[in-house]
């Protein structure tokens, strides 16, 4: 059997193969990421193009590879576009230097913040506080709380 040509639409099975992601990541990813707009057939069938494929390994590399969050990603297309992402997989691949012009990741961002000590309310003895890398675990699962709270706020909609 013959391979479609690489101007060809895929359909999502295709491209969750592809970059070895379940399929439902890359609904999610549409969520996420306004960039990403494949065609949708009667059904709500997805198709998508070659640029959208792409972005979508861009978008792949930043996240899986280089451990970017996905605000962070956000950022880098805001501030850097949608072309940038598009061809930083391809050149990641070859091993090309990839400049990311000075855009830290908002995870990283708040990890280095300072952060006032927390004594907990009711505490025995109130000069217990958490340590520095208490703080920045507890900061880390505040995002991921966050990040569940907008995903099922959306799965509401």
């Known amino acids: 059997m013959l391979g479609k040509s ?5 359909t999502i099975s295709e491209v969750a193969k592809d970059l070895s992601v379940p399929k439902h990541v890359l609904r999610f990813w549409e969520g996420k990421f306004t960039q990403l707009r494949p ?3 009667g059904g709500g069938r997805r198709y ?8 979508l390994k861009g978008i792949r ?15 880098i297309l805001r501030e850097q576009g949608v072309r940038f ?11 090309d230097a990839v400049v990311l012009r000075d855009i830290p990741d908002l995870a990283s961002e708040t990890a280095r913040s300072t952060v006032e000590p927390y004594v907990p309310s009711g ?5 217990e506080q958490l340590s520095e890398g208490q703080a920045v675990e507890l900061r880390r699962l505040l995002g991921d709380l ?12």
């Open 39 to 41: 065609m949708k057939r």
């Open 61 to 75: 590399q930043l996240l899986y590879s280089d451990g970017y969050t996905i605000k962070g990603v956000q950022k």
């Open 123 to 127: 505490s025995q003895d109130q000069g």
């Open 48 to 55: 998508y193009r070659p640029e959208d494929v792409d972005l």
């Open 85 to 95: 992402v598009m061809d930083y997989w391809d050149l990641a691949s070859q091993g």
């Open 146 to 157: 966050e990040e569940c709270r907008k995903i099922l706020a959306d799965a509401k909609k």
């Open 6 to 10: 690489p101007e060809a639409f895929r």
